[in-house]
């Protein structure tokens, strides 16, 4: 019997228990024997679920029961989670994470301990929810050289633009819907205004490039600024608006990352991509471009990419999985300036245009007094 911790007991940690619970015979066959999830960590009252005697306040129970080898960090934030990771790593506990803001900022730092203590930190959950996207690059595309991942990498504002331009539901309605199905963070201004596809994107940089792109010099735009107007101009010039996160290899290795709305051409794969719908294209120098699909959250999509990774722990107790990046003193990141695009340009009282190629420079300089500009993919 493996025996698990699961810390945190919202959206994704409630998925997890569910999911463990739903599938246990499929997973005791995978895992070769059975897993228990021996502890729940939160501080609220759960004592009236069928397994609230599972519940726990006290971390250092978890911290210091050595029978529980495999901990699900499904607490988000970079406080307690931190903290909590770090202990559990230390006490020699592999810890498999959906939290994409401590993978971005904290990460190297987590991995290197989990290097020294031959255990793993996995974290297949932080990016694209349900969607494989981690593990495939690392490994079915690891012949490649990476030259450039472009993603919708947020169901919450995917949803909300879908709901908006399909249905005519206000921004506010789509919000209030997306945090009903548990789609967005606990505070949705990181949905919103883009901080949540930046950490994505940024631990996606990370693993291709090889060293840390910090999330708070990633340039990053959300969606609070798109109008109804420009979605239907952009309608009838062929194109649809999506809240994209890029990153773009140079021939120095040093690397363009950004997250803001494109336009894309309806025709393009990314184009078709709706509702909670994430999906992630990445361009390697030997396959070209490879898609990858699903839900990028709510609650059991995203314990689904939790408890696998559980499960790779368990089965790499002995083997830890070689995953790590630089501290950023490599300092990859190339600020966007000479970033070359076609351009969506809007002026008061004008029809829009598509125009370029220009770098980012060249087309802020040009449309300066433009009332909407957006990058074209
Ligand atoms: N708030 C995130 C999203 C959750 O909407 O994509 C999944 O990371």
Redesign the pocket.
Known sequence: MVKVAVLGHGTVGSGVYEVFDMNAERIARAVGEPVEVKYVLDLRDFSHLPYGHKFVSDFSVIENDPEVTVVAEVMGGVGAAYEFTKRCLLAGKSVCT?N?ELVATRGEELLQIAKEKNVNYLFEA?VG?GIPVIRPMLQCLAANEILEIRGI?????NYILSEMIHKGVSFEDALKQ?QANG???KDPT??IEGH?ACR?ISILSDLAFGDKFDPNEVSCEGITKITLQDVEEAGKLGYVIKLIGRAVRCDDGTAYAYVAPHLIPKEHPLAAVED?F?AIMIDGNATGDVMFYGK??GKLA?ASAVVADMMDAMAHREKRRPVEWGDGSKHLLRPLGTLESKWYVRKDGQAAEITGPMTTDEAQTKFADAAAMMRVL
């Open positions: 959906s994409k932080s929810g990498l947020n169901g919450t504002t997306a789609y967005a963070e990181a949905d949540d994505k909670v994430n990028g959250a995203t």
